[in-house]
């Protein structure tokens, strides 16, 4: 059995308690809710996107330690990124957590985008059940940047 | 309180699955309220009937055939006879007890339902109880009302009367899978029948502990899982009322389930064939057959009285230990629930909480326990549970609240 420190690693505790970017944008910001149907949590991400560039992202909702910090420092890896850069960190993060495109290929992972910090989500991929709370926030983000 | 009640080591000892070790430990596993383990005496039972008799039911005139339909039927008879109903002809095999409650409201339902008609049902529903409702109230425009919860999670039926008044059934839980409450069920039926409703009852998480009687009940429906009660997963029961169920539509059409096809259309067999289309899971039935004489063997009045014991340990050990850092969900009071606990502790998410216990072993559910509107009632998106059954002791609450420790010292609340 993998070890948990695979999982709670320190970067994420740190998200999980002192969450970043929490709270709500007013309209026209967009607004997505996630559900993670397995446990009931729920995400709201809430963007505002100016000249092709997300200018302000928020987050609310309640959800474990995984899905919390991943919510979290997705919000941080977002905030000032154009759109298009956005997407490619949602493909290169979702390839991180082995999860196929759309034709279920496995995504190669992209030299050029860099993770930073959601390198320690890593670990995830070791608890299959918990790759869904992983991804939740990434997911809503990409149907919050559908709604424009 | 003592517990002279059950011979649990030697209860345990029949579970090959509790013997296995897991990374060198052994397995603590209080989660029999979402599935419970199989003894040993389940599993032979369907080995040796595909090794030694298994063949078609119903069909052939061989006598492995009539072997087999002997040990189908057999499987009714004790059904009939665990939960008292008067005739084994009112006992229907299902998948589970899902598609039960949904042949409830399928059949019954579309037969005896019009728009603005009522049906009521409890707020802690699992959504098996629910969503068939709901479905109903999609298509047909029926009503709901719900039977509010006291603080304790018991039932408020300071309002019933009013709330059946006029109610075409009361569909609820006899035990709730998320508070552990058992809920007042002779009472319910009656106060059903008072304003003139049926009595449907969701026995999933009660028939497996405890003595049930239909007919004292005096209910109408009863729907149950074989895989919460030492049996097999893949079926379950619909019993009903003899006369209900002669009076309603059949639910699936197919083969066994009519006494006559032409090209114009087609007749229903009697009961139970009447709801029993297609060939059933006729292995699955036999080793709910073994399920239920190993459960009889032990007592399932011993098992009830187990399970109050380890209720009021599991209270008494878990607010001893962690005071008020831990919040049980539902009453204390054993008189009126079961062995499963949801609880918060130490404001861990219950994710978390499941994934730290699991490092001991410790194997609770953690999530909505489908039953989202009562988490919601509760303020909650998840809870964790812990659920105790007759191969739980005394040294699994004491390794729970061991594996409980461990989780503050990663989160450090
Ligand atoms: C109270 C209650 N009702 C219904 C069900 C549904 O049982 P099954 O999934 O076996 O159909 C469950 C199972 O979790 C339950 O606890």
Redesign the pocket.
């Known amino acids: 059995m993998p070890g948990l420190e695979d999982l709670y690693r320190e970067i994420i505790l740190d998200h999980h308690r002192n969450p970043r970017n929490r709270g709500e944008l007013a309209p026209p910001a967009s607004h997505a809710v996630g559900h993670n149907p397995l446990c009931g949590d729920e995400i709201d991400v809430y963007l505002d996107v100016t000249d092709g560039v997300v200018s302000d992202v928020k987050v609310g909702g309640q959800g474990c330690s995984i899905s919390q910090s991943s919510a979290s420092m997705m919000s941080q890896a977002v905030k000032g990124k154009p759109v298009d850069e956005v997407r490619a960190l949602v493909r290169r993060f979702k390839g991180m957590m082995s999860i196929p495109d759309e034709d279920g290929n496995p995504i190669e992972p992209d030299p050029s985008v860099k993770l930073g910090d959601l390198e320690a989500l890593q670990g995830v991929v070791k608890f299959p059940v918990r790759i869904k709370c992983a991804t939740l926030a990434w997911n809503t983000l990409l149907e919050a940047l559908e709604q424009r | 309180m003592t517990n002279a009640q059950l011979d649990v080591a030697a209860i345990k000892a029949q579970f090959p699955l509790l013997q296995r070790e897991l990374n060198g430990a052994p397995l603590v596993y209080l989660d029999s309220?979402?599935t419970s383990q199989k003894p040993q005496s389940v599993i032979d039972a369907m080995s040796t009937f595909m090794e030694q008799s298994y063949a078609p039911i119903n069909r052939s005139a061989y006598q492995l055939a009539s072997e087999a339909t002997d040990a189908y039927e057999g499987a009714r008879t004790k059904v009939q006879r665990f939960i008292n109903a008067r005739r084994d002809r009112e006992v229907v095999f299902t998948k589970?007890?899902?598609?039960s409650?949904n042949l409830v409201a399928h059949s019954w339902g579309r037969a005896n339902l019009r728009e603005g008609d009522v049906v009521v049902l409890t707020q802690m529903e699992?959504h098996?109880?629910i969503v068939p409702w709901h479905m109903l109230v999609q298509e047909k425009g029926i009503q709901l009302r719900w039977v509010p919860l006291t603080a304790d999670g018991q039932l408020d039926l300071t309002t019933l009367p009013q709330l059946l008044d006029g109610a075409k059934a009361f569909s609820f839980?006899a035990m709730?899978?998320v508070l552990g409450t058992i809920t007042p069920v002779q009472q319910l039926c009656a106060a059903a029948h008072d304003a003139g409703a049926i009595a449907i009852v969701?026995g999933?998480?009660y028939v497996p502990h405890n003595v049930t009687d239909v007919q004292a009940w005096g209910a109408d429906f009863l729907a149950f899982?074989s895989?919460?009660m030492c049996g097999p997963s893949g079926v379950?029961v619909l019993w009903g009322r003899e006369s209900l169920l002669d009076a309603m539509p059949p639910f699936l059409g197919g083969g066994n389930m009519i006494a006559d096809v032409r090209f114009d259309g087609f007749t229903t067999a009697e009961l139970p064939a009447k709801f029993e289309a297609g060939t059933p899971p006729i292995i699955e039935v036999v080793g709910l057959g073994a399920a239920i004489d190993f459960l009889d063997g032990i007592g399932m009045a011993s098992i009830r009285a187990h399970e109050a014991h380890m209720a009021a340990l599991a209270i008494a050990t878990l607010t001893e230990r962690f005071g008020d850092d831990i919040q049980l969900h539902g009453s204390t009071d054993t008189e009126v629930r079961g062995a499963t606990f949801s609880f918060a502790f130490r404001g861990i998410h219950p994710h978390d909480l499941s994934q730290v216990l699991d490092q001991r072993n410790v194997c609770v559910r953690a999530g909505h326990h489908?039953a989202k509107p009562l988490m919601r009632l509760m303020g909650v998106n998840a809870t964790a549970r812990a659920s105790f059954y007759l191969y739980n002791d005394e040294h699994d609450i004491d390794v729970l609240a061991d594996a409980l420790d461990g989780a503050t010292d990663i989160f450090g609340f």
């Open positions: 309220a979402n589970n007890a899902t598609e409650l699992h098996a109880n839980t709730s899978n969701d999933c998480q899982s895989h919460k379950g489908c």
